[in-house]
């Protein structure tokens, strides 16, 4: 078990911005996970991949917030960060990080059956 939490949600205004934090246990360990995402799931919606980021790099972004959000990350803090700016009513959710060892930067992707996930912090944006 790979212990993950998230903070930095809360209540922000349309426009606004918000920066979430994941503290992924042992993240700079030679052996434990390389590879963390974050996703979403609005009220009455499916869950929804927002980005991810190998321990080397290469962030991926869905469409729907590339260019809003950066996925980024401090390996000596074990954390990695989800920026997100130009907020809108329809980014109120639950926000969740995951992460997973992947063998290939290539296989971190939105698209993975992630092993590890938090617990998720609330965003609310009002309008």
């Known amino acids: 078990q790979v212990p993950l939490e998230e903070s930095g949600g809360g209540a922000v205004q349309a426009g606004g911005s918000l920066t979430l934090s994941c503290t992924v246990s042992?993240?700079?360990?030679?052996?434990?996970?390389?590879?963390v995402a974050w996703f979403r799931r609005a009220p009455g919606k499916r869950r929804e991949g927002l980005a991810t980021?190998?321990?080397?790099?290469?962030?991926t972004y869905a469409d729907s917030v590339k260019g809003r959000f950066t996925i980024s990350q401090d390996i000596a803090e074990n954390t990695v960060y989800l920026h997100m700016s130009s907020l809108e009513p329809e980014d109120t959710a639950e926000y969740y990080c995951?992460?997973?060892?992947?063998?290939?930067?290539?296989?971190?992707?939105?698209?993975?059956?992630?092993?590890?996930w938090g617990q998720g912090t609330q965003v609310t944006v009002s309008s």
């Open positions: 995951a992460a997973d060892r992947v063998p290939h930067v290539w296989f971190c992707a939105l698209g993975r059956d992630f092993n590890y």
């Open positions: 980021l190998h321990v080397d790099g290469m962030p």
């Open positions: 042992g993240y700079s360990d030679t052996d434990n996970v390389n590879c």
